[in-house]
């Protein structure tokens, strides 16, 4: 992430985590005249309560850990009527979201197996920024492998915004484009979906290959900027054409031909 302003170039202090496969990071500006002590305790606490958050969701909702509720209702050990209220009410959400994209979002593996890994890291991201905002903290950026949530502005005080770099999926090492988040904008997520970083993992709707190699969604709220990338990958055109028109977002999609189709506020 990077700041925009034309006015100054803001200290930025940061601390990661790996979790959910990923890397997580919290980055905070430093205010003129803060003792450097006060801003590094005040971010390791924040960052704290932040992985603490995400190791409690990834303990219950991780098909990757053998003791998990997922894990045991993939191995049939447990009903869904039997798991957890907070299994059950994230699977209703994602159920709700199957409806709403017409099936290109699921809840469920092929095999019927529940599989809540395309909600659950927004759901995540979502509770660190409403925990980080009851610690008081008003100008901050979370990134979590990718998808992003910021408030705020890297200047404290200022609308300047947060910059989301897009990565190329054909070269890692570049930027394809980039969003402002926070600030004077009201958009505060961005989430990033497809093969490039991880391969195929993505089911598709019908028969076939995703006409998408990547797809990034900017959105108000990180759960919806997250489900729609993941739908649009899945669901391909006709998805991002009912993404477009049923919500109040941005999108950028990349075909695998290489070929670009972006909204208005990404060929901004």
Same mark, same amino acid.
């Given at each position: 992430?990077?700041?925009?302003?034309?006015? =100054?170039?803001?200290?930025?202090?940061?601390?990661?985590?790996?979790?959910?496969?990923? %890397?997580?990071?919290?980055?905070?500006?430093? @205010?003129? /005249?803060? $003792?450097? @002590?006060?801003?590094?305790? #005040?971010?390791?606490?924040?960052?704290?309560?932040?992985?603490?958050?995400?190791?409690?969701?990834?303990?219950?909702?991780?098909?990757?850990?053998?003791?998990?509720?997922? &894990?045991?209702? *993939?191995?049939?050990?447990?009903?869904?009527?039997?798991?957890?209220?907070?299994? $059950?009410? $994230?699977? #209703? =959400? *994602? @159920?709700?979201?199957?409806?709403?994209? =017409?099936?290109?979002?699921?809840?469920?593996?092929?095999?019927? !197996?529940?599989?809540?890994?395309?909600?659950?890291?927004?759901? #995540?991201?979502?509770?660190?920024?409403?925990?980080?905002?009851?610690?008081?903290?008003?100008?901050?950026?979370?990134?979590?492998?990718?998808?992003?949530?910021?408030?705020?502005?890297?200047? @404290?005080?200022?609308?300047?915004?947060?910059?989301?770099?897009? %990565?190329?999926? =054909?070269?890692?090492?570049?930027?394809?484009?980039?969003?402002?988040?926070?600030? /004077?904008?009201?958009?505060?997520?961005?989430?990033?979906?497809?093969? +490039?970083?991880? /391969?195929?993992?993505?089911?598709? &709707?019908? *028969?076939? !290959?995703? +006409?998408?190699?990547? %797809?990034? %969604?900017? +959105?108000?709220?990180? !759960?919806?900027?997250?489900?729609?990338?993941? #739908?649009? !990958?899945?669901?391909?055109?006709?998805?991002?054409?009912?993404?477009? &028109?049923?919500?109040?977002?941005?999108?950028?999609?990349?075909?695998?031909?290489?070929?670009?189709?972006?909204?208005?506020?990404?060929?901004?």
């Amino acid at each position: 992430m990077q700041p925009t302003s034309d006015l =100054e170039v803001p200290q930025l202090k940061a601390k990661t985590f790996r979790c959910m496969g990923t %890397v997580i990071s919290l980055t905070v500006p430093v @205010a003129p /005249g803060e $003792r450097s @002590a006060a801003a590094e305790e #005040a971010l390791t606490d924040a960052t704290g309560a932040v992985e603490r958050l995400f190791q409690e969701l990834d303990a219950r909702f991780s098909l990757y850990r053998t003791e998990s509720e997922a &894990s045991r209702l *993939a191995r049939r050990e447990l009903t869904l009527r039997a798991a957890s209220q907070d299994f $059950r009410d $994230r699977y #209703a =959400e *994602a @159920a709700q979201w199957r409806l709403l994209t =017409e099936g290109a979002f699921t809840p469920e593996r092929p095999d019927g !197996v529940p599989d809540l890994s395309g909600l659950v890291k927004g759901f #995540a991201i979502k509770e660190a920024g409403a925990a980080l905002q009851s610690l008081g903290l008003g100008d901050w950026c979370l990134n979590a492998g990718g998808d992003v949530l910021a408030t705020g502005s890297p200047i @404290a005080g200022s609308r300047a915004s947060w910059q989301a770099g897009i %990565v190329d999926p =054909e070269d890692r090492t570049t930027l394809i484009a980039a969003y402002p988040l926070g600030g /004077g904008t009201g958009v505060g997520a961005l989430a990033t979906s497809g093969s +490039a970083e991880r /391969g195929d993992h993505i089911w598709t &709707s019908g *028969a076939g !290959v995703s +006409a998408f190699r990547q %797809v990034s %969604v900017a +959105a108000a709220d990180i !759960v919806t900027a997250d489900v729609l990338a993941t #739908a649009v !990958v899945a669901g391909g055109v006709p998805m991002l054409n009912r993404a477009t &028109s049923g919500w109040d977002v941005e999108v950028l999609a990349i075909r695998n031909d290489g070929g670009i189709l972006a909204t208005q506020g990404f060929r901004a």
